[in-house]
């Protein structure tokens, strides 16, 4: 009997965190669509660029062959930029490939929180804190821009469920 209701509460969890990765998913979708950037601007694009063309994350060239490097930018959104533009994709799908892979990013994101929250508060206010929190309205907007908002929450909120996660464990023992 206890592991007839062990698997029924297993599917119930699985249930709850599918539809919450396909809630924050989807409630992105027409946000892109309507708000989403149409191409890389400014420092994002000169740091791709210099990471295709000199394989160093540079924030400037010169014509003397000085490279001014990038000290105020977050290195890993511009890796994560580089490592997008591998797919060899034109303009317009390069930049829907990004926006939807931080969509996912995002969702993904609410997927941690949701799980970070069940460490201290029951399920229901877990799941009912990670919907609000999906549809937040200006975490919804971060998807739309290039920008490294959607990776720096997804690390922050990774990096304390690990944290919290082998705390708990810790205390176990």
Not at 1 to 11: D, E, S
Not at 37 to 61: M, R
Not at 142 to 163: H, K, R, W
Request: net charge positive.
């Amino acid at each position: 009997m206890f592991l007839k209701n062990y698997q029924h509460l297993k599917k119930k969890e699985i249930f709850t965190v599918v539809f919450l990765l396909l809630l924050s998913f989807f409630a992105r979708i027409p946000i892109i669509i309507i708000f989403g950037d149409e191409n890389i601007d400014h420092e994002w694009d000169s740091l791709v660029y210099n990471l295709i063309n000199n394989g160093k994350l540079v924030w400037q060239t010169f014509d003397n062959g000085f490279l001014l490097l990038n000290s105020w930018m977050p290195p890993l959104y511009a890796y994560y930029l580089y490592c997008l533009s591998l797919f060899g994709l034109d303009n317009q799908n390069y930049i829907f490939l990004v926006l939807y892979s931080q969509a996912l990013i995002a969702a993904l994101s609410i997927i941690l929180f949701y799980q970070l929250n069940k460490l201290f508060f029951s399920k229901k206010t877990s799941f009912y804190s990670a919907v609000v929190f999906s549809l937040f309205p200006l975490y919804l907007y971060a998807c739309t821009q290039i920008s490294s908002i959607s990776l720096q929450v997804f690390l922050t909120v990774a990096f304390l469920y690990l944290f919290f996660l082998t705390k708990r464990i810790i205390l176990i023992f």
